[in-house]
């Protein structure tokens, strides 16, 4: 049941000393708890493998508020309460006897249990297995689980087989933490409130949409996870494909969990196909080689510690792909992310059709379109690039393009803008799946990513090479230019 207060829980979090969980869960709860939204008998059960004591984890946690919050947001007291909350099992996640332990911690305290998998999803199966064989688990327990779910569709089901044994779908939460941050939010408000762009959200007014997802960071010592997945199966087929969905989906009929999923799982059926025919026209496979980041040199993929000198894995993607359905006929979607690029940018730009009779100097027809756009990262915002007159006597009518812009943190000064994380686990606790995906969105675009890689393979070409440092390789822009477009940044 959904509730507007943020009920009392006992959250047991796997993977309790893991980088997601000191990075970004620790500091989640703790502005929580800051915020005052944290129910008064919450309590937090870290559960890991290190042999450690409770005192020694709320140390742990301490040190890690202190390195991943701003010194002006820490406050002792705030945090004596939170550190009060926590307690550790030392635990193997294969051996259920271990797990008496929990359900000792848990019985008889009334509060509805919440599980946080913090771990590989190879392993979320047994863990829910030994959650109920040891009766740790209340008819209200819920379960938390980070994406990507599996490797294929294959394995996806299989691993959603597993939790669903336990789990009723109604109380399983994916997350997708880009759907907690505020832009996203911003942009289901932005089309479905305002008749302005409600009216204009169509093939009939737009002419592409551009979704860019760009990391200045290399595999950062996950090799042995990257190089089987790939920059596909690791950030397109779940953060990329999510965006786009909201950018696509038509009206929901309300703003229930189930109403907006709907919609986007209709867009995932309707998400054009790939095959090897149009494959090596309409997707760019790159892989980065060494190069400067901010003037700092670089090495390759396959120079990185512990990497397969002979490693074919995609470390960068761009596609043109389109929606088949009346909304977005012949609209391309132009789909872009990987590592090693120029900067941390996390954007979606809407490009409006120009006006059908242009008037103005002919040199300056390339400007004639608005542009929306949309920034998740680094700084949230929404931009609407319109055309005015230039000043000046000599200007003539000369035109300028100039943004009306919303900065999220120069508008807000005093608000802070929350961590997609606490978000995220402020719904859970509330009940409120409309910012996690469902089981079926999940497939549907497992579905899709799978014929996009056996097309690959198909086609049998190793990826395109790109300097660390630039946008990819040259072929993402030509990719773009043979329409007679440019990626945003080139404008």
Request: charged share 25%.
């Amino acid at each position: 049941m959904i509730q507007d207060t943020t009920p009392d829980i006992d959250l047991a979090l796997f993977g309790a000393m893991g980088d997601l969980a000191l990075r970004k869960l620790y500091p989640a709860l703790y502005h929580l708890d800051r915020d005052g939204l944290l129910a008064d008998d919450t309590r937090i059960m870290g559960l890991a493998r290190q042999d450690i004591d409770a005192e020694a984890f709320r140390k742990k946690v301490q040190e890690t508020l202190k390195k991943y919050v701003k010194a002006a947001e820490l406050e002792s007291t705030c945090i004596k309460r939170f550190l009060d909350r926590l307690d550790y099992i030392k635990l193997d996640f294969t051996d259920v006897e271990g797990y008496k332990a929990i359900r000792e911690w848990h019985e008889g305290s009334g509060r509805p249990m919440t599980v946080y998998l913090a771990v590989p999803a190879s392993i979320y199966g047994a863990i829910c297995s030994n959650l109920q064989a040891s009766g740790s688990l209340d008819d209200e327990s819920r379960v938390v689980v980070e994406k990507p779910i599996g490797y294929d569709l294959e394995s996806s089901q299989e691993i959603n087989d597993a939790i669903g044994v336990v789990f009723p779908e109604t109380r399983v939460y994916r997350i997708d933490h880009y759907l907690g941050k505020e832009t996203v939010q911003n942009l289901i408000a932005l089309r479905f409130a305002n008749p302005l762009f409600g009216t204009q959200w169509n093939q009939n007014h737009i002419s592409h949409v551009e979704i860019t997802v760009a990391e200045q960071v290399g595999i950062e010592g996950r090799w042995g996870y990257f190089d089987k997945a790939g920059q596909l199966r690791d950030m397109v087929q779940n953060h990329l494909l999510q965006l786009l969905c909201l950018i696509a989906m038509d009206p929901p009929s309300n703003l229930d969990a189930d109403a907006i999923r709907d919609e986007k799982v209709k867009v995932l059926k309707a998400l054009k196909r790939f095959n090897r025919e149009n494959v090596g026209r309409d997707v760019v496979r790159g892989q980065y080689i060494a190069g400067s980041i901010n003037g700092t040199s670089v090495p390759g993929y396959l120079d990185e510690e512990g990497a397969n000198t002979d490693s074919h894995t995609e470390t960068f993607v761009a596609m043109r792909t389109e929606v088949s359905n009346w909304r977005w006929a012949g609209v391309p979607f132009y789909l872009r992310t990987g590592k090693r690029m120029p900067e941390k940018l996390s954007q979606i730009v809407i490009h409006f059709r120009q006006q059908p009779h242009y008037i103005f100097d002919p040199d300056q027809r390339n400007l004639a379109a608005n542009k929306l756009i949309i920034r998740l990262q680094p700084e949230e915002g929404i931009a609407l690039e319109v055309l005015t007159k230039d000043g000046g006597l000599d200007k003539g009518m000369r035109l300028r393009p100039g943004p009306l812009h919303l900065d999220f943190n120069s508008a807000f000064p005093k608000a802070r803008i929350p961590d997609a994380y606490e978000r995220l686990l402020l719904e859970v606790m509330k009940g409120n799946q409309y910012l996690f995906v469902r089981r079926d969105e999940v497939e549907y675009a497992w579905r899709w990513a799978d014929q996009l890689v056996e097309a690959w393979e198909q086609l049998d070409r190793p990826p395109r090479r790109y300097p660390s440092g630039s946008w990819g390789p040259v072929a993402s822009i030509a990719m773009i230019t043979q329409d007679g477009r440019s990626w945003y940044e080139d404008y």
